[in-house]
Each structure stands twice: as structure tokens, then as C-alpha cells.
T-cell receptor, first 115, second 113 residues
């Protein structure tokens, strides 16, 4: 069983819709991440929150908007997406001192399809 | 430049046979190395990690990996593969002082009966 919970598991949305992906962890980790994974590719980093502050934004388009309401929750707000944004979106967490020392704990992802 | 190379896109082994997945890294400082596994429709799960000390590290599910600094390698091994090991395997290096992880392209493992 994964200790990082993501909802929903699947999401189909039109290009004009607004939706949100949610992620929750209760391991006391202070760093939380959003990754995007296309088929047969490794995960690509999108955002990192450390101690509830945005630490990294990997030049992600503004149609993706992250939010970290508290140390256990991470959201990704989606608006006006394009079909090429269809992918598996993975949430991960780690201890707050950076991944060099702390492995990533991943959720099972949200499979997003943009029509 | 920092990079992780997994030379094999996919590997097929028979159930019960031994397995070795290759990983080479390029990183200027002391590498912090990981192997993750991803089953279909799942997220990534940590198999094992190497930070320092003994160069042979043991992980979950009977996997082990050996760090060889002279060859810049961190190969993953398992003495006897089970059908449930069929999955995608990612080698990764953690970047010191930050939150970035460099992943290799992955190796897809197929297990035949």
C-alpha cells in the first residue's frame, strides 16, 4: 500500500474545463512534488514545495497551478489544458532536506486525459 | 553534465533465471543512487538506495545493487526472477543540496514462463 494518496485515479477533461488533482501524505515529510510522466518515459519534475513554500517551478505553463494548503496536502489546479498534457501525474514526498539524502515516496498517480 | 544511462530499453528473462540491470551515472560529486520500480498503472516504489559505506546494498523483494566508483556503475541484480518482477525499473541519482532527481530512461523487464 502506498503512503501517498492521490485522487482521482483517472480524470477526463475538456480543454475548457477546470479541475484539480489532490495528493495527501501522513509521513511527516516536508517536501512534496508534482511529476508528469508520459508513456514509456521517466517522470519529469514540475513543482517542488518545501515546508509549504514553492521551491522549484520547472518552467511549467501557467495552465498548471500548484497549491500546498498544509504540510500534508498538495493540489494541482488545471485550467485550459491541451491534449498534449494528457499523462500520468505523480505526486511524491520526501523528508525536507532534499532528495540527495531522502528517497522519493510516490503515489499511484492520476491518469489524465484531455479531450 | 549530470546524467544517468540505462543502456537496455528492455530485457526478457525466464522465470527463475538471474537478472542484472545496468546503470551508469555521470555526476561530479559523491553520488546518492537509487533504484525504483514501477508496475503498470502504479507509481514508483523505492527498491534500494546507496549513500556511502558498503558498496553492495540490499533492497526489498530480494534485489541488490553494487556500486562501482571506478566504472561509474550501480547495477541491479536478483538471483531468481519471479513473474511478478515484470515492471519498469528506473535508476536515479539525487542532486546534492537540492530537490532534483535525475532518472534514467528506464528498463522494461519482461518475464517469460
Amino acid at each position: 500500500d502506498t503512503e501517498v494518496t492521490q485522487t482521482p485515479k483517472h480524470l477526463v477533461m475538456g480543454m475548457t474545463n477546470k479541475k484539480s488533482l489532490k495528493c495527501e501524505q501522513h509521513m511527516g515529510h516536508r517536501a512534496m512534488y508534482w511529476y508528469k510522466q508520459k508513456a514509456k518515459k521517466p517522470p519529469e519534475l514540475m513543482f517542488v514545495y518545501s515546508y509549504e513554500k514553492l521551491s522549484i517551478n520547472e518552467s511549467v505553463p501557467s495552465r498548471f497551478s500548484p497549491e500546498c494548503p498544509n504540510s500534508s496536502l498538495l493540489n494541482l489546479h488545471l485550467h485550459a489544458l491541451q491534449p498534449e498534457d494528457s499523462a500520468l501525474y505523480l505526486c511524491a514526498s520526501s523528508q525536507g532536506d532534499g532528495t540527495a539524502y531522502s528517497p522519493l515516496h510516490f503515489g499511484n498517480g492520476t491518469r489524465l486525459t484531455v479531450t | 553534465a549530470q546524467s544517468v544511462t540505462q543502456p537496455d530499453i528492455h530485457i526478457t528473462v525466464s522465470e527463475g533465471a538471474s537478472l542484472e540491470l545496468r546503470c551508469n551515472y555521470s555526476y561530479g560529486a559523491t553520488p546518492y543512487l537509487f533504484w525504483y520500480v514501477q508496475s503498470p498503472g502504479q507509481g514508483l516504489q523505492l527498491l534500494l538506495k546507496y549513500f556511502s559505506g558498503d558498496t553492495l546494498v540490499q533492497g526489498i523483494k530480494g534485489f541488490e545493487a553494487e556500486f562501482k566508483r571506478s566504472q561509474s556503475s550501480f547495477n541491479l541484480r536478483k538471483p531468481s526472477v519471479h513473474w511478478s518482477d515484470a515492471a519498469e525499473y528506473f535508476c536515479a541519482v539525487g542532486i546534492t543540496g537540492g530537490f532534483k532527481t535525475i532518472f534514467g530512461a528506464g528498463t522494461r523487464l519482461f518475464v517469460k514462463a
